[in-house]
């Protein structure tokens, strides 16, 4: 929003509104604006390295959730009511607390893997990611709203709003049950906990998950947009169109996950985002210069390849990312494997946070086809070296790795048996 860009970047707005004479690529290139982004994901890779995988694994996924939860409505407060813009970064880093232990990343995942049955285990996971997508699109509509708001306050309820769904998922994990793997963990008997809560509470902790998310992939869309000569108004009610794509192809994701498998979804989703790439880099590369906007028919074409980028992500490497981490790893190392997972994602969300800024202010078009390339390396690993887990109870998980072709050799057998005997 040009309100929060004046009060708290006042370089970037300047620039923005052409009282500076800049290339368009580099009009929001700003060291500080991305270090207001990447803050979250400094202090959640801190908390995720330093604490989630111990907490989790001695005190249980529900404490998590609820630390993680107060932690959230915290920092929301904060950032709302911030007076400068480094109150609005502590803001940001105490979100990143509440996201490294808590329901994104940590918890919420281990929770839901561990209390769904085998055979819907994708579905309830996608319910997750669901949630979220709902979550950002609620996020969104309130951003195009809260921009009309005139007296320039408009950004504090956008980012004091996120508070609410953090409130209800906090209180809603105080009614979970623990799961029985966790109390095993802990050394509990696991006859403690009810038979039917395995499926009549965990539909609550993924509505409980329903907040104001939003996901790295849909942070690009509005600065591209502005970027190409889109006005603040009508980037962020594009961007609003854009989440509308994200999460329907969410919900198409949570019917085809269990019948094609994980493997199937990821290459297909990875041919189609790699296409949308190559295009973006090439209508930037022959219609964007340093000066000027984009034609307006190629700014629509635009439009269109991120929608088609963002459904292939939003049913196979988003909620992908969050499903295999918590399927493949057996129990006594599940906490740390899914905190190791949390941490590599936030290593390589920092660097883009930080970077793309910079990235697209250098590299120009170009750098889409640098992503591309990437999406190239991503679809060879899994081809190669990802096991399908469609269907595998996850107490048997050993024996996906004892039959694949590379992770056969590897793995151990003494590993594998002990595996299996959990």
């Not at 890779?45 to 604490?51: F, P, Q």
């Not at 202010?361 to 679809?379: D, E």
């Given at each position: 929003?040009?309100?929060?860009?004046?009060?708290?970047?006042?370089?970037?707005?300047?620039?923005?509104?052409?009282?500076?004479?800049?290339?368009?690529?580099?009009?929001?290139?700003?060291?500080?604006?991305?270090?207001?982004?990447?803050?979250?994901?400094?202090?959640?890779?801190?908390?995720?390295?330093?604490?989630?995988?111990?907490?989790?694994?001695?005190?249980?996924?529900?404490?998590?959730?609820?630390?993680?939860?107060?932690?959230?409505?915290?920092?929301?407060?904060?950032?709302?009511?911030?007076?400068?813009?480094?109150?609005?970064?502590?803001?940001?880093?105490?979100?990143?607390?509440?996201?490294?232990?808590?329901?994104?990343?940590?918890?919420?995942?281990?929770?839901?893997?561990?209390?769904?049955?085998?055979?819907?285990?994708?579905?309830?996971?996608?319910?997750?990611?669901?949630?979220?997508?709902?979550?950002s699109l609620a996020?969104?509509?309130?951003?195009?709203?809260?921009?009309?708001?005139?007296?320039?306050?408009?950004?504090?309820?956008?980012?004091?709003?996120?508070?609410?769904?953090?409130?209800?998922?906090?209180?809603?994990?105080?009614?979970?049950?623990?799961?029985?793997?966790?109390?095993?963990?802990?050394?509990?008997?696991?006859?403690?906990?009810?038979?039917?809560?395995?499926?009549?509470?965990?539909?609550?902790?993924?509505?409980?998950?329903?907040?104001?998310?939003?996901?790295?992939?849909?942070?690009?869309?509005?600065?591209?947009?502005?970027?190409?000569?889109?006005?603040?108004?009508?980037?962020?009610?594009?961007t609003v169109v854009?989440?509308?794509?994200?999460?329907?192809?969410?919900?198409?994701?949570?019917?085809?996950?269990?019948?094609?498998?994980?493997?199937?979804?990821l290459i297909a989703?990875?041919?189609?985002?790699?296409?949308?790439?190559?295009?973006?880099?090439?209508?930037?590369?022959?219609?964007?210069?340093?000066?000027?906007?984009?034609?307006?028919?190629?700014?629509?074409?635009?439009?269109?390849?991120?929608?088609?980028?963002?459904?292939?992500?939003?049913?196979?490497?988003?909620?992908?990312?969050?499903?295999?981490?918590?399927?493949?790893?057996?129990?006594?190392?599940?906490?740390?494997?899914?905190?190791?997972?949390?941490?590599?994602?936030?290593?390589?969300?920092?660097?883009?946070?930080?970077?793309?800024?910079?990235?697209?202010?250098?590299?120009?078009?170009?750098?889409?086809?640098?992503?591309?390339?990437?999406?190239?390396?991503?679809?060879?690993?899994?081809?190669?070296?990802?096991?399908?887990?469609?269907?595998?109870?996850?107490?048997?998980?050993?024996?996906?790795?004892?039959?694949?072709?590379?992770?056969?050799?590897?793995?151990?057998?003494?590993?594998?048996?002990?595996?299996?005997?959990?």
């Amino acid at each position: 929003m040009g309100s929060f860009l004046e009060e708290s970047f006042p370089d970037v707005y300047r620039r923005m509104k052409g009282d500076v004479h800049v290339s368009n690529y580099c009009k929001f290139d700003s060291q500080l604006l991305t270090l207001f982004t990447s803050s979250l994901y400094i202090a959640g890779l801190l908390t995720a390295m330093l604490l989630s995988s111990w907490f989790t694994a001695r005190r249980g996924r529900r404490p998590s959730m609820i630390i993680g939860g107060a932690a959230f409505l915290a920092g929301a407060v904060v950032s709302g009511g911030a007076v400068n813009v480094y109150m609005a970064i502590l803001g940001r880093a105490l979100l990143g607390v509440g996201l490294g232990p808590a329901e994104i990343l940590q918890a919420v995942l281990l929770y839901l893997s561990e209390m769904a049955p085998a055979r819907y285990r994708g579905a309830f996971s996608n319910g997750f990611q669901h949630s979220l997508c709902l979550g950002s699109l609620a996020a969104n509509i309130i951003n195009y709203g809260a921009e009309k708001i005139t007296g320039g306050w408009g950004w504090r309820l956008s980012l004091g709003l996120a508070g609410v769904p953090a409130a209800l998922f906090t209180l809603g994990a105080v009614f979970l049950p623990e799961t029985p793997n966790s109390l095993v963990q802990q050394g509990e008997d696991c006859g403690r906990v009810p038979a039917a809560a395995s499926g009549r509470r965990v539909d609550a902790g993924v509505h409980a998950a329903q907040r104001d998310q939003r996901h790295r992939v849909l942070r690009v869309a509005p600065v591209l947009l502005r970027t190409v000569g889109m006005g603040e108004s009508l980037a962020l009610l594009s961007t609003v169109v854009t989440v509308v794509i994200y999460t329907a192809s969410t919900v198409v994701f949570m019917f085809v996950i269990d019948r094609f498998g994980r493997r199937t979804l990821l290459i297909a989703g990875s041919l189609q985002m790699q296409f949308s790439e190559v295009l973006i880099g090439a209508v930037m590369a022959a219609k964007l210069g340093d000066e000027g906007g984009m034609p307006r028919g190629y700014a629509a074409a635009l439009f269109v390849l991120i929608g088609i980028y963002v459904a292939g992500y939003s049913w196979s490497w988003g909620p992908m990312t969050w499903l295999v981490p918590t399927e493949v790893f057996p129990l006594e190392i599940r906490s740390a494997g899914q905190s190791i997972t949390v941490a590599s994602g936030f290593v390589f969300t920092i660097f883009i946070a930080q970077g793309f800024l910079a990235m697209l202010c250098r590299m120009r078009a170009w750098l889409f086809f640098f992503f591309a390339g990437w999406i190239v390396v991503m679809t060879g690993f899994v081809y190669l070296f990802l096991p399908e887990t469609k269907g595998m109870p996850i107490e048997q998980i050993g024996k996906v790795w004892r039959e694949h072709w590379f992770w056969g050799r590897v793995v151990g057998s003494d590993e594998l048996q002990a595996t299996d005997k959990l």
